[in-house]
């Protein structure tokens, strides 16, 4: 009989404790990943001093993307594991792995005390972090589907899905307790409290792991003696397999990744540092999301059990593709709307020479932004001013218009260093008088902030992360043979997540830093969820109704 002609069953107490230990794991291994992201700004500040400000937060970014770089090595480390030696000991190696590594994060020198040191061991307790990721979700997914009666693999595997946004949840609220209970003691000392809880989270985990019993496709793949003795080569040097690992990563993974990370890491940065919201009130707003939609997984697994994985995956993916940008100047006019009528009748405007515009990114420290043009972005970065620009002729100064007044910069080449920072200190402060009396806040008002708005657009981004990544663990399981399936479906997910996804900050961030238009970075996660709801369409196959075995 076929998963689509099965009748639903009752969930048996032994399917519920594999749900529960793989779900509760994954959970944690979510939370120690995601305290980093919630905790960037403050990291940048501990661990990347000695940059201007706009490295230093792109730096913090790309320390969080790090993890996601090795991620699909981790997929096929961990993967080539678990389909040799079996799906339970593989992940009960991968949660102590990244238990570890979050919990030395914890207990780091900063860079005030090791100096460049301190950025190197936070970025390799990133990598590990991100290996034993890499080894996870191919786990605990190919552990539960192969575990789950036919017809219900969607919605055994939603609680799989459901944990990443628990993980993100159980991450933000940490944080956030420990914030309140602080107060500004939290940015001094205090971040490492969420780390250090990680011991705590790792002990339950080992211990409700160690419990479990191996996945009964794998025992079964062992008494017939059909277990692959080269799973990378098999998987990877055929065509036919190669073939199905690419259209998932472009038409399913690809698309799925960038927006669920624009709706649980960018938008956050993006009400703290692009609207000058407050830690503490973008941090609610996130969790309260999560949670009022975190019960749709189960809704979504069950539906995709009965119309499919595909049509699901699409539809989330193309209502992203069409709302993204509406529901961002949404955040914006709701959460600050200040600034959105200062934009709108004040609008600013860069006039400069393109050719002395840089694009002020400086690993080491070293580069001085003196051009009239890099002084003007510098201060409106600084400002978290969205703005546009203009070309002026050649040898001109810069020029920032906003609305009718007009701010002159100046070029601080030839200037010694003291005098420049003189200059450009004084510039920024006439630059904060006009935009004052432009009507740009300097920070949010919460009488006039509409937070039940901003909380409601919030939702319907987490939403599409609920309707696109449900179905992802049981399509992709039900793509792969199980000879070959923990490495098959390990490193198109993890390349999808790990580079699609992990980089989507700072690539979001820096496309905005360099054209100045807030939104501007949204044309990243657009442009890939396109192009994965048109390879999806075409390319990729149902699988709903086959078999775990086949």
């Known amino acids: 009989m076929t998963a689509s002609s099965a009748q639903p069953q009752g969930m048996s107490s032994e399917h519920r404790r594999v749900i529960v230990a793989s779900s509760l794991g994954t959970i944690f ?94 970025v390799t307790l990133r990598l590990l972090q991100g290996l034993a990721l890499g080894g996870e979700y191919g786990g605990a997914a190919t552990y539960v589907a192969e575990h789950a009666p036919e017809g219900q693999r969607g919605y055994y595997t939603s609680w799989i899905q459901l944990s990443g946004s628990l993980g993100l949840v159980l991450a933000l609220g940490v944080v956030l307790g420990c914030r309140l209970a602080l107060g500004e003691e939290f940015d001094v000392w205090g971040w490492r409290l969420p780390f250090l809880l990680s011991l705590v989270l790792l002990g339950i985990s080992v211990y409700i792991r160690v419990k479990l019993d191996e996945s009964p496709v794998f025992l079964s793949m062992q008494s017939e003696g059909t277990i692959s003795k080269q799973p990378i080569g098999d998987a990877f040097g055929r065509w036919k397999n190669l073939k199905v690992v690419l259209l998932a990563l472009f038409g399913l993974m690809a698309g799925q990744t960038v927006v669920a990370y624009v709706s649980m890491v960018y938008v956050m940065y993006f009400m703290m540092q692009s609207l000058q919201m407050d830690p503490t009130h973008a941090n609610f707003l996130a969790v309260g999301a999560l949670a009022v939609t975190s019960p749709l997984y189960v809704v979504a697994g069950r539906l995709s059990d009965r119309i ?160 696109t990544y449900t179905p992802v663990a049981a399509w992709l399981v039900e793509l792969f043979p199980p000879s070959i399936r923990y490495t098959s479906m390990s490193l198109p997910y993890h390349i999808g997540t790990g580079w699609f996804g992990g980089f989507l900050p700072p690539i979001a961030f820096a496309i905005v830093a360099y054209t100045g238009n807030i939104y501007s970075g949204l044309w990243y996660p657009v442009i890939v969820a396109s192009i994965s709801v048109v390879v999806g369409t075409l390319f990729l196959r149902e699988t709903r109704g086959i078999a775990a075995e086949d």
């Open 308 to 467: 499919g994985r595909k049509p699901l995956f699409i539809s989330g993916c193309f209502l992203a593709v069409l709302t993204m940008f509406p529901i961002f100047h949404g955040i914006t006019y709701f959460a600050n709307p200040a600034i959105a009528a200062a934009q709108q009748s004040h609008p600013v405007v860069l006039v400069a020479n393109p050719d002395e515009c840089s694009f002020q990114f400086d690993p080491l420290g070293k580069v001085h932004f003196t051009s009239s043009c890099d002084v003007a972005k510098t201060a409106l970065a600084h400002a978290s001013i969205s703005y546009t620009n203009k070309a002026a002729p050649a040898g001109s100064i810069a020029q920032l218009h906003i609305g009718e007044n007009i701010v002159q910069s100046f070029d601080g080449s030839a200037l010694s260093s003291d005098k420049f920072e003189r200059r450009a200190a004084e510039f920024r402060t006439g630059l904060e008088t006009v935009l004052d009396a432009s009507g740009y806040p300097r920070e949010i008002d919460p009488a006039q902030a509409n937070y039940w708005a901003v909380f409601g657009l919030l939702c319907l981004l987490a939403t599409y992360t609920v309707i």
């Open 29 to 122: 291994e979510w939370y120690d990943f995601f305290i980093y992201g919630a905790m960037a700004v403050i990291l940048s500040q501990h661990f990347f001093q000695g940059v201007n400000e706009t490295t230093s937060f792109i730096f913090a970014l790309l320390g969080f993307a790090a993890g996601f770089a090795v991620r699909p090595l981790g997929a096929l480390v961990f993967g080539r594991l678990g389909d040799i030696a079996g799906r339970k000991y593989t992940f009960l190696i991968t949660i102590l792995l990244m238990g570890g590594a979050t919990a030395l994060l914890g207990m780091l020198p900063t860079y005030a005390s090791v100096g460049v040191w301190a950025p190197i061991m936070l």
